[in-house]
């Protein structure tokens, strides 16, 4: 079902698309394919919103810190926003400090994109499309995007990106969900309990870039290879989350990149007894635990959101990767198909 969610200054009309399908319901705008809202049952079958946002169209153009939106051309930083491919340098748009993050100032989170639905056999969904012309934020290359959001009768959410080039580029598309499993608006998630396959993680710099170094998580807050509440050692001092304010890394995955998605990461909330299962074939998570949220936005519900309120875990390449030669390529060449798939499986 399709409805108008509201316009942009210019009068473009963004539209809101309902699916539902297995026990899941999943609201998704054209602006950034937002997921404005996606519904689960708890133990109790009730059902609630497990995502951040927004009712208004207005407030995601204004102040929205990528809530529930798709992320390109790079998912996460480019080191000064600058690499070098086949000997020519490029410049970002830099819209963190001195780095690109997540595309840069008009990334794929703020672009319209053309969304058609479609049924097959009893999976439902939407593919959303969208051209980035050459040199868009300073990136090479005519890149043309696929998602496709499918709903199974599962009720899984399974993301599959496709991307194609005419000039040879970096892409790493990934999606920017803050989940709350207890329910948008309902306060911390320090108490769910994570689990990732990871044995290392990318330590960053001052500017969370990653310095190449890939360390070992054992006997650090890094450590969630057996599943522990977020907030257990998340005030522990550890130099990397006093740089990033809480944990902001990309966890290298043990499995490494696989032609089929693997399960990758299991998110626990004890107290609605909801859980999320995220399943990939990308080497790297980015696990972020809502930092910056800081109590100046009001979500649906009505409720303020502050720091730890929800997590992001975006399923990607490493970050900087183009400045890193050592980690796993992310460049697209004409007549290659970057594609990617991840899986979010709920059950409570
Ligand atoms: C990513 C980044 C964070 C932050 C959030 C959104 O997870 O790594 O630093 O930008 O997105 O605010």
């Known amino acids: 079902m399709k409805t108008l969610f509201g316009k942009l200054a210019d009068g473009t009309e963004i539209h809101r698309w309902s699916l539902d399908n297995g026990g899941t319901r999943m609201k998704v705008l054209s602006y950034g394919g937002i997921v404005q809202s996606l519904e689960v049952p708890d133990r109790h079958g009730r059902y609630a919103n497990i995502t951040l946002g927004f009712d208004r169209i207005e407030d995601y153009v204004d102040s929205s810190p990528y809530f529930g939106a798709l992320i390109g051309r790079y998912g996460n930083r480019i080191g000064k926003g600058r690499f070098t491919l086949d000997g020519e340098t490029h410049q970002l748009s830099v819209d963190d400090g001195e780095n690109s993050l997540h595309g840069g100032l008009r990334g794929f989170d703020t672009a319209v994109w053309n969304v058609t639905p479609f049924t097959r056999g009893t999976d439902v969904g939407l593919h959303l499309s969208?051209?980035?012309?050459?040199?868009?934020?300073?990136?090479?290359?005519?890149?043309?995007?696929?998602?496709?959001y499918t709903l199974t009768d599962q009720g899984d959410w399974r993301i599959d990106y496709e991307a194609t080039t005419d000039r040879t580029t970096v892409v790493n598309l990934t999606s920017h969900v803050y989940w709350n499993l207890a329910g948008e608006g309902s306060g911390t998630i320090e108490d769910h309990e994570l689990r990732l396959t990871a044995s290392h993680f990318t330590p960053t710099d001052p500017g969370l870039i990653p310095t190449g170094e890939l360390a070992p998580v054992d006997g650090t807050p890094f450590d969630?290879?057996?599943?522990?509440?977020?907030?257990?050692?998340?005030?522990?001092?550890?130099?990397?989350?006093?740089?990033?304010?809480?944990?902001?890394?990309?966890?290298?995955?043990?499995?490494?990149?696989?032609?089929?998605?693997?399960?990758?990461?299991?998110?626990?909330d004890p107290s609605s007894g909801r859980t999320l299962e995220i399943a990939t074939n990308e080497p790297g998570v980015q696990f972020y635990s809502g930092n910056f949220l800081d109590g100046t936005l009001v979500g649906p519900s009505g409720r303020t959101y502050r720091q730890g309120d929800a997590l992001c875990l975006e399923t990607q390449h490493y970050p900087d990767s183009p400045n890193h030669p050592s980690f796993p390529s992310t460049v697209l060449r004409p007549g290659e198909t970057y594609r990617t798939t991840t899986i979010h499986t709920f059950h409570a």
Not at 131 to 137: I, K, N, W, Y
Not at 241 to 265: E, M, Q, R, S
């Open 130 to 148: 969208y051209t980035s012309a050459d040199g868009e934020m300073g990136y090479p290359g005519t890149l043309t995007a696929k998602v496709t």
């Open 224 to 268: 969630f290879r057996e599943s522990k509440p977020i907030g257990r050692d998340l005030r522990t001092g550890h130099p990397q989350l006093l740089a990033a304010k809480g944990y902001d890394h990309n966890w290298v995955l043990d499995k490494g990149i696989t032609a089929a998605p693997k399960p990758i990461a299991t998110l626990h």
